[in-house]
């Protein structure tokens, strides 16, 4: 089946800093790949939409200044968290869809576990 | 609105078999998914069903039922490794995943 990787996979950083997360398609060209935060005991949350590029369409709520993505080739799409402050500590997972096929099929990577201390 | 419902958790005994149901109303449809995830770790793909009917695949089935808004996944032989929580996902009409809030299944001995 379809790979998408992320790095890294986990990252500890001081409040005030950015941090940026990337997720790469392996095995098949990504038309459009999602950024979404997951908080304990919670369902995903999505964040964005993005179309290799274009600009990323934000969910009601998710400030895009503060969350930078970056989809600029169709394996590889970039999440940076900006001025991250405690609150933003999550579990953020991006997904990939090639857009081939019937089933629009999302493929998730692993995830990037966030803490800002 | 848009909205998936499923049952918040679930119990069930080693061998034995489960039923998790998902219900949903949403903006367009282009598919139900199921997937698993265990705990810290992201979600990984079990089914897909977009025509009424049941999909089998090994342990695991999955049903649709478009006109009622309903679909089930079905665990049978239940092993202790599928101790995790199971996502239902509708595709509306924009081809977006709408979530369920996920139910977690633990399995006893």
């Known amino acids: 089946g379809a790979v998408v990787s992320q790095h890294p996979s986990r990252v500890i950083c001081k409040s005030g800093t950015s941090v940026k997360i990337e997720c790469r398609s392996l095995?098949?060209?990504?038309?459009?790949m999602f950024w979404y935060r997951q908080f304990p005991k919670q369902s995903l949350m999505l964040m964005a939409t993005s179309n290799e590029g274009s600009k990323a369409t934000y969910e009601q709520g998710v400030e895009k200044d503060k969350f930078l993505i970056n989809h600029a080739s169709l394996t590889l799409s970039t999440l940076t968290v900006t001025s991250a402050h405690p609150e933003d500590s999550s579990f953020y997972i991006c997904?990939?869809?090639?857009?081939?096929?019937?089933?629009?099929?999302?493929?998730f990577g692993p995830g990037t576990r966030l803490t800002v201390l | 609105g848009q909205n998936i419902d499923q049952p918040t958790e679930m119990t069930a005994t080693e061998g034995a078999i489960v039923q998790i149901n998902c219900t949903y109303q949403t903006s367009g449809f282009n598919g139900l998914f199921w997937y698993q995830q265990h705990a810290g770790e992201a979600p990984t793909f079990l089914s897909y069903?977009?025509l009424d009917g049941l999909e089998e695949k090994g342990r695991f089935s999955s049903f649709l039922s478009r006109s009622k808004g309903y679909s089930y996944l079905l665990l049978k032989e239940l092993q202790m490794k599928d101790s995790a929580s199971y996502l239902c996902a509708v595709s509306d009409s924009n081809y977006q995943l709408i979530w369920g809030a996920g139910t977690k299944l633990i399995i006893k001995p």
């Open positions: 095995d098949f060209q990504a038309t459009t």
């Open positions: 069903n977009v």
């Open positions: 997904s990939a869809r090639d857009g081939r096929g019937d089933n629009n099929e999302q493929f």
